[in-house]
């Protein structure tokens, strides 16, 4: 009784199959990557801007509790603490810069007797355009009056 002579191995689809799936496999690591390099990028300028701000920061503290960098030139306290320039809302100014440094721009704004009298809040806001959006990092101090 002759027997049927079976081949054995895979079918065309099966190899097909398994193609398209290792293809699926690498695209989607290849498109992990993409997203990690930009996740870097935005890490090393967040931490840039920081370093600017600190730079800017570590300035100011060192000198004087009346230097005349350390004013609230407009007076308008803790209202002002966030403010750049005329392009926010509502439209104020800040105490000191703009400073352009790498790429950023530096602002600073005083808070006198904030949080607490004698004392003045400190705030750097250090600013950059990415792709058009305007991206901000902002650092606080507490200068306390000497005794």
């Not at 801007?49 to 407009?74: C, F, I, N, Q």
């Not at 530096?106 to 792709?131: G, L, M």
């Amino acid at each position: 009784m002759p027997t049927a002579n079976r081949q054995r191995g895979f079918t065309i689809i099966e190899v097909l199959v398994a193609i398209t799936l290792l293809a699926i496999g690498i695209l989607a690591a290849g498109s992990m990557q993409i997203a990690a390099l930009g996740g870097n990028n935005l890490a090393s300028r967040v931490t840039e801007a920081s370093v600017w701000g600190g730079d800017t920061l570590e300035t100011l503290m060192a000198r004087g509790y009346t230097h005349a960098s350390l004013v609230d030139g407009d007076g308008n306290g803790t209202a002002g603490l966030n403010c750049t320039d005329n392009t926010g809302t509502p439209a104020c100014l800040a105490d000191g810069g703009p400073t352009a440094q790498g790429g950023f721009t530096v602002f600073w704004n005083v808070a006198d007797n904030f949080p607490i009298n004698d004392c003045k809040t400190i705030r750097v806001i250090v600013r950059r355009s990415d792709k058009g959006v305007m991206k901000t990092v902002a650092v606080d101090f507490i200068k306390m009056r000497p005794i």
